[in-house]
């Protein structure tokens, strides 16, 4: 059974600072997705990860994925109080289900 | 185009009665997804399909869950006798091979069981 983690769950971070959320997943998959969901609301699409190494870059948000070590990070560069919300990933086959991680929480703070 | 869109948003019932939930796909994805989110929780996975066949029903919770789509394109999910614990957040998404599979998710359901 494909599991998925993420931590932190909870992330308070000042306006200005960097941080990484990281995403742990269990078995293998061929694709590797960040999500952004904000309160009461659906989920947004960030970035897909296709193949080991890959590195994708949108503002102050960076995600890179380690199929090797089933590792996915995203990377935080000098926080907004407009990237508060939850951040998911969620990993997969083409085509199939995903399963998602728990989430974590950002709370940017000025 | 038009998003993942799904009716109603919201929907209030009594413990026992029967839902029905739509779901209407980006127009020409082949593939639709239904999850359900809890609070706190991250989506949790219960049934896709194919055009109209489900592919893997393997996350419905038990028999009072059933889903259809008969042409390919509309969803409905059906919830018979409902439960407390089936209150959550209902999502589709849809995807299509022509854009690599990537989910693209609707609004949700809100489903209340009183």
């Known amino acids: 059974e494909l599991k998925v983690e993420q931590n932190p769950l909870f992330l308070s971070m000042q306006e200005g600072k960097n941080y990484t959320i990281y995403c742990n997943y269990s078995?293998?998959?061929?694709?590797l997705y960040w999500y952004r969901q904000d309160p009461g609301k659906s989920l947004e699409s960030l970035f897909v990860?296709?193949?080991?190494?890959a590195v994708k870059q949108e503002g102050r948000l960076m995600a890179s994925l380690d199929t090797k070590a089933r590792l996915s990070t995203l990377h935080i560069t000098a926080a907004v109080h407009d990237l508060s919300a939850t951040y998911f990933c969620?990993?997969?086959?083409?085509?199939?289900?995903?399963?998602f991680g728990e989430g974590t929480q950002l709370t940017v703070n000025p | 185009g038009a998003g993942v869109s799904q009716t109603p948003s919201n929907k209030v019932t009594e413990k026992g009665k029967y839902v029905e939930l739509r779901c209407d796909p980006i127009?020409?994805?082949?593939?639709l997804y239904w999850y359900r989110q809890s609070l706190g929780q991250g989506p949790e996975f219960l049934i896709y399909?194919?055009?109209?066949?489900?592919?893997?029903d393997s996350g419905l919770p038990n028999d009072r869950f059933f889903a259809v789509r008969p042409e390919g394109s509309v969803s409905t999910l059906k919830i018979q006798r409902t439960e407390r614990g089936d209150s959550a957040v209902y999502l589709c998404?849809?995807?299509?091979?022509?854009?690599?599979?990537?989910?693209?998710f609707g609004p949700g359901t809100r489903l209340t069981v009183t």
């Open positions: 998404a849809s995807s299509s091979p022509g854009q690599d599979y990537e989910q693209y």
């Open positions: 078995t293998t998959s061929d694709r």
């Open positions: 990860l296709l193949s080991n190494g």
């Open positions: 969620a990993v997969g086959y083409s085509g199939s289900r995903l399963t």
């Open positions: 127009s020409g994805h082949t593939a």
């Open positions: 399909f194919q055009g109209t066949g489900a592919a893997d």
